[in-house]
C-alpha cells in the first residue's frame, strides 16, 4: 500500500536563508509525486509534479525537489527563502488507478 | 477561467441539520472530488465522480451523499450534521484520473458543527 510521510510537521526559517521540507514515501509501483502549497484560507495550489521523467523537478516560485527511488525520498527545496513562501506544504503520491494519498502537511514559517 | 469555485465559505450548522456545500468548476473536467481536511492531517477522499451521472466512495464517504447531474457542478450533501463533521471541505477537478493528473483544488469551504 502506498503511503507518504513528511518528516517535519513546521519548518521556521530566515528570510533569504534556503527552505528544505522533508518528504518520504511507500508505493509498490513507480508512483506519481506531487507537492501543493496551501497559503492561509486559500486552496491547494500545485508546486510541481514528479511523473517518472527527470529526477529533478522544477516548479514555481523558484522550488524544486529531486526524486531518489533507492531513498524513496521527494524533498522539496528552494534557495532563498522568501516571506511569501510561509504557507503549509503537502506531499501527495499517487499510483495508477488509485486516489491521491496525502501527507500530514508541513507548516512553513518564515520570520524576516 | 475561474477555476474550482465552492459555496458556502464558512458555515455553522446545529446537529442534526443537512445543508448542500456547492462546487462548479469551468474547465470542462470530467473528474471531480470531494475532500475534507482536519486539523494537522492531510486530505481525505470524500466521494469523486468520473463523469456526468457517475459517483463512486472514496475514504470517509459516511455521513454524506453526492449527485452529479452536469459536467460543472458536484454537490455534497451533508443530511445529518454531526460534530465530526466539522472540518474544511475541498473540492477538486482533474482532465483525466490517471496517476499523473494535476487536480485543481476549490477555495475550500470551512464548517463547523456544534
Known amino acids: 500500500a502506498q503511503s507518504v510521510t513528511q518528516l517535519d510537521s513546521h519548518v521556521s526559517v530566515s528570510e533569504g536563508t534556503p527552505v528544505l521540507l522533508r518528504c518520504n514515501y511507500s508505493s509498490s509501483y513507480s508512483p506519481s509525486l506531487f507537492w501543493y502549497v496551501q497559503h492561509p484560507n486559500k486552496g491547494l495550489q500545485l508546486l510541481l509534479k514528479?511523473?517518472?521523467?527527470?529526477?529533478l523537478v522544477k516548479g514555481i516560485n523558484g522550488f524544486e525537489a529531486e526524486f531518489k527511488k533507492s531513498e524513496t525520498s521527494f524533498h522539496l527545496t528552494k534557495p532563498s527563502a522568501h516571506m511569501s513562501d510561509a504557507a503549509e506544504y503537502f506531499c501527495?503520491?499517487?499510483?495508477?488507478?488509485?486516489?491521491?494519498?496525502f501527507g500530514k502537511g508541513t507548516t512553513l514559517s518564515v520570520s524576516s | 477561467n475561474a477555476g474550482v469555485t465552492q459555496t458556502p465559505k464558512f458555515r455553522i450548522l446545529k446537529i442534526g441539520q443537512s445543508m448542500t456545500l456547492q462546487c462548479t468548476q469551468d474547465m470542462n473536467h470530467n473528474y471531480m472530488y470531494w475532500y475534507r481536511q482536519d486539523p494537522g492531517m492531510g486530505l481525505k477522499l470524500i466521494y469523486y465522480?468520473?463523469?456526468?451521472?457517475?459517483?463512486d466512495k472514496g475514504e470517509v464517504p459516511n455521513g454524506y451523499n453526492v449527485s452529479r447531474s452536469t459536467t460543472e457542478d458536484f454537490p455534497l450533501r451533508l443530511e445529518l450534521a454531526a460534530p465530526s463533521q466539522t472540518s474544511v471541505y475541498f473540492c477538486?477537478?482533474?482532465?483525466?484520473?490517471?496517476?499523473?493528473?494535476?487536480?485543481?483544488f476549490g477555495p475550500g469551504t470551512r464548517l463547523l458543527v456544534l
Open positions: 514528479y511523473t517518472s521523467a527527470a529526477t
Open positions: 477538486a477537478s482533474s482532465y483525466g484520473h490517471g496517476s499523473q493528473e494535476t487536480q485543481y
Open positions: 465522480s468520473v463523469g456526468a451521472g457517475i459517483t
Open positions: 501527495v503520491v499517487s499510483e495508477p488507478g488509485t486516489a491521491l494519498i
